[in-house]
Structures are given as C-alpha cells and as structure tokens.
C-alpha cells in the first residue's frame, strides 16, 4: 500500500519566517516534518512512497534521494505550476493500482495508521477521511456523517457567521481508491476537500469518516507551527494516541458501599 504526500504548496502563509526551504523541511525538534511522517508510514509498515513537490522541491529530492536512509522506497512527483492537493497527484493514476494513503506534508501526527486502515476495509469505503474535532472549526473545512460514520456533506471553510454545526473537521489524512482518482480531472488545479469529495457524494463511491482523538495538526500559519513546537516539546504528540489507559471512578454505591459524601480516603470502603 502506498503513501502519497502532497509537498508541493508554496506556503505562503509560513513565507515570511521560512521563505528560504519548502514547508515540508521545516523543522519540529531538529527534524523536518516530512521526516516525522515518513518514520511514521515506516512504523506501520508503509515503506512504499511518492512525494509530489513543487515550489523548491529539489531540496526535498536533495534531503530524501530515494529513502534508503530510512528504510523506505521514495520516489518524486515534480509538478510545475501549483495543482491544489488532488490536482497534484492526477498524474499518477497510472501508478496506483490499490487504495493508498494521501498525507498533507505540512501535518505532524501520531495517528495508528493500521487502525485506520482497518476501518477502511470493515466500511469497503472508497475514501476514508480522518476527521477530529479541533480548536479552530471556525476557519476549517467540516463534515457532515451520520451515526454510521457515511459522510453526508462538506462545509468548507469560510463558513457564514449564522452556520451551526457539529465540530468535525477534516483533518486530511485520507485513505483513496483507484476509481477517486480516476474522477481527478487531468491538468486542472483542484482541491479534495473543496473540488472532488463534495461531488462524489451523490455518486456510485462510498465515503466515510473516521473518527479519532489521536495527535494530527497542520502547521500551516506561524501560530500554529507554535504550537505544533510546544506540543512536542512538553511530550503531547507522543502521549496522544488510543491505547491511552483510563480509572473511571464512582463513589455513590457503585463500587464502593454508600455511605454518604466521600471526601477522604479512609471513608472509602470498596466493595
């Protein structure tokens, strides 16, 4: 299974601070993002990857080569004018034969790639979106699913000031078949979230999204490249995953014997 990374944006909001490398060699902890997400893709296993670049993209061939260094097969898809993110990657329909994973090269994530791609199978889903609710909706691309997880609509950002919505956000990392890539039009700038998945929701694909809490943050704006920096730096991203283990209490005759408000441990008689 292959791992596509879209690395070709300009980045013209992280410009002014990082105008001399492409967004996708810019450093959390020492280490470029795109680092982070190929160590992560060769974690679960995933050592199969094309890197679509563009604006300074030499130096991401420069730094990768072909990946031995990491243990895992890269190979480059050079784009010569900006294609949005599906636009970036309608030349390689030829190239993927089985579902693939999509990842935004300006994204850090700790994200159990494995059980995301079980839930791809258990749905037969065409395109499986990762979504999470997060702290700017605001100004986020967000979905609409019903209680099995089906997408139901898109709500790209921006969103008129009386919208109400439930707090699920694209987070985009996605799993895509073949036949989504096959609806990409050719030599046409496009977006995922805003061109290709509205218009295939009607259509003969099925679409669905998968909820999770895990760590996934794009460090797009100056702000939140921040923040993405501090929150590996106090150890939040390493923490942040499923398998975190929990102590749900009661204190009312659940699972100890009721005797009145408990405020000290020595009251606490556990049945």
Same mark, same amino acid.
Request: some cysteine.
């Given at each position: 299974m292959k791992v596509i990374i879209i690395a070709g944006g300009k980045g013209s909001r992280? %410009? !002014?601070s990082h105008s001399e490398i492409p967004k996708g060699l810019i450093k959390i902890s020492n280490k470029p993002v795109l680092e982070? =997400?190929? %160590?992560?893709? !060769? !974690? +679960?296993?995933?050592v199969d990857i094309i890197i679509c670049i563009g604006h300074l993209g030499q130096q991401i061939k420069d730094y990768f080569s072909n990946g031995s260094k990491w243990e895992v097969n890269i190979t480059y898809s050079m784009e010569q004018a900006p294609m949005g993110t599906a636009g970036s990657i309608s030349k390689l329909k030829s190239l993927i034969k089985e579902d693939? &994973?999509? +990842?935004?090269?300006?994204t850090l994530m700790n994200i159990s790639l494995d059980l995301m791609h079980k839930f791809h199978k258990e749905k037969k889903s065409d395109i499986t979106l990762l979504?999470? *609710? @997060?702290?700017? *909706? &605001?100004? $986020?691309d967000l979905v609409q699913i019903d209680q099995n997880s089906k997408v139901l609509n898109f709500l790209p950002s921006p969103h008129p000031n009386e919208l109400i919505y439930n707090n699920i956000v694209n987070a985009a990392l996605y799993i895509i078949s073949p036949k989504v890539l096959a609806s990409i039009p050719k030599d046409k700038k496009s977006d995922f979230g805003k061109d290709i998945f509205p218009k295939l929701i009607n259509a003969d694909i099925q679409m669905f999204a998968y909820k999770s809490f895990e760590y996934i943050k794009d460090m797009g704006t100056p702000k939140r490249y921040e923040e993405v920096c501090d929150d590996f730096k106090v150890g939040k991203i390493s923490k942040k995953k499923l398998k975190n283990k929990a102590v749900f209490l009661?204190?009312?005759g659940v699972i100890n014997k009721d005797e009145g408000?408990?405020? !000290? =441990? $020595? =009251? &606490? @008689?556990l049945i």
């Open positions: 992280m %410009e !002014k982070h =997400q190929i %160590e992560l893709a !060769k !974690k +679960f296993g995933y693939c &994973f999509i +990842f935004y090269g300006d979504v999470h *609710p @997060n702290d700017h *909706p &605001f100004d $986020s009661d204190r009312d408000l408990i405020y !000290k =441990q $020595s =009251q &606490f @008689n």
